[in-house]
């Protein structure tokens, strides 16, 4: 069964931190590159940060810049999220994403999301 979970989410306060994790199974994740997206109430879902495949680069939404930080470690088939400061406006249901692209195919797979809401 191909899975990804992710955990960590719940309720803390403006200026505090969460650590998201995302665990895999059933495919190869080391060939995956990673994304963390994110979606509130009436909004879309929104790129929030992604990792390649070895790790070797990141990139981040202009709002998470300096806040939030993305890392994996393939020997755990994990993706992590580490978020500090966070403000309200980060209240949203927080998804992984594995993405690889092949010749001739491209596979995508999604978690069913975590909570995080930030108010005091």
């Known amino acids: 069964q191909l899975q990804l979970v992710e955990s960590g989410g719940g309720l803390v306060q403006p200026g505090g931190s969460l650590r998201l994790s995302c665990t895999a199974s059933?495919?190869?994740?080391?060939?995956?590159?990673m994304s963390w997206y994110r979606q509130a109430p009436g909004k879309e879902r929104e790129l929030v940060a992604s990792?390649?495949?070895?790790?070797?680069?990141?990139n981040y939404a202009d709002s998470m810049k300096g806040r939030f930080t993305i890392s994996r470690d393939n020997a755990k088939n994990s993706v992590y999220l580490q978020m500090d400061s966070l403000k309200p406006e980060d209240t949203a249901v927080y998804y992984c994403?594995?993405?690889?692209?092949?010749?001739?195919?491209?596979?995508?797979?999604w978690g069913q999301g975590t909570q995080v809401t930030v108010s005091s």
């Open positions: 994403n594995a993405i690889r692209q092949t010749v001739g195919r491209k596979y995508v797979y």
């Open positions: 990792i390649t495949s070895a790790g070797g680069s990141t």
């Open positions: 059933g495919f190869s994740f080391s060939s995956y590159a």
